[in-house]
C-alpha cells in the first residue's frame, strides 16, 4: 500500500545554512510522483517540488531541490540558504500512476529558521 | 486569479448540528478533493470527485457527505456534526485530462472547524 514516511518532527537551521528534510515512501507502482508542499503559519498548501520516478534527473526549483535515491525509496528536499521565511511546516507526499485520484501526504516537518 | 476558494474560513457548531463547507474553483479542474488536517497526522483524504457527477470515498469518509453538481463545485456535508470532526479542512483540485502522477493539486486557504 502507498505509505509516505517523515520522521523529522521538527528541524532547526540557521539562516544561510543548508538542511534537508527526509521523506521516504513505499509503493509498489513503478510509476509514481512525489510532491512537497509548504504551510506558513497562515495555513496554506504551497506547492514546491515535484519529482517523478522515471525522471533522470534530480528536481530544482529555485533554492529547493530533490535528492531522489529511487533504490532507497526516498526524495528528500534540500534547501539551500535558508531564509527566515522558510520557517513552516514542509510536507511530503506522493501519488501513484495506477491510482492517480489520491495524493497520500506524510505527517510533516516543521522547519525553524534561526538567525 | 481565484484559484480555489473555501468558505468560511472558521466555524463553530454545536454537537449534532449539520452545515455545508463550500468549495470553489474557477480554473476548469476536473478533479476536486477534500482533505482533513489533524495535528501530527498530515493530511487525511476525506472524499474525491473525478468529475461533474462522480464522487467517491477516501481514508476517512464517515460522517461526511458530497456531490458534485458541477465541475465549478464541490461542497462537503456534515449531517450531524460531532467533536471528533474539529479540524482543518482543505479542498484541492487539480486537472486530470493529461492524466498522470504529476497533476499538481492546488489547495484553498482552508476552514478552520470546531466542534463543541
Known amino acids: 500500500a502507498q505509505k509516505i514516511t517523515q520522521t523529522q518532527p521538527g528541524m532547526f537551521v540557521q539562516e544561510k545554512e543548508a538542511v534537508t528534510l527526509d521523506c521516504t515512501y513505499d509503493t509498489s507502482d513503478p510509476s509514481y510522483g512525489l510532491f512537497w508542499y509548504k504551510q506558513p503559519s497562515s495555513g496554506e498548501m504551497i506547492f514546491l517540488i515535484y519529482?517523478?520516478?522515471?525522471?533522470?534527473q534530480n528536481a530544482t526549483e529555485g533554492r529547493y531541490s530533490l535528492n531522489f535515491q529511487k533504490a532507497r525509496k526516498s526524495a528528500n528536499l534540500v534547501i539551500s540558504a535558508s531564509q527566515l521565511g522558510d520557517s513552516a511546516m514542509y510536507f511530503c507526499a506522493m501519488r501513484e500512476v495506477t491510482n492517480t485520484d489520491k495524493l497520500i501526504f506524510g505527517t510533516g516537518t516543521r522547519l525553524q529558521v534561526f538567525p | 486569479n481565484a484559484g480555489v476558494t473555501q468558505t468560511p474560513k472558521f466555524q463553530v457548531l454545536k454537537t449534532g448540528q449539520s452545515m455545508t463547507l463550500q468549495c470553489a474553483q474557477d480554473m476548469n479542474h476536473e478533479y476536486m478533493s477534500w482533505y482533513r488536517q489533524d495535528p501530527g497526522m498530515g493530511l487525511r483524504l476525506i472524499h474525491y470527485s473525478v468529475g461533474a457527477g462522480i464522487t467517491d470515498q477516501g481514508e476517512v469518509p464517515n460522517g461526511y457527505n458530497v456531490s458534485r453538481s458541477t465541475t465549478e463545485d464541490f461542497p462537503l456535508r456534515l449531517l450531524s456534526a460531532a467533536p471528533s470532526q474539529t479540524s482543518v479542512y482543505f479542498c484541492?483540485?487539480?486537472?486530470?485530462?493529461?492524466?498522470?502522477?504529476?497533476?499538481?493539486?492546488?489547495f484553498g486557504a482552508g476552514t478552520r472547524l470546531s466542534v463543541l
Open positions: 519529482q517523478g520516478s522515471y525522471d533522470q
Open positions: 484541492a483540485s487539480t486537472n486530470t485530462r493529461g492524466r498522470g502522477a504529476k497533476n499538481i493539486q492546488y
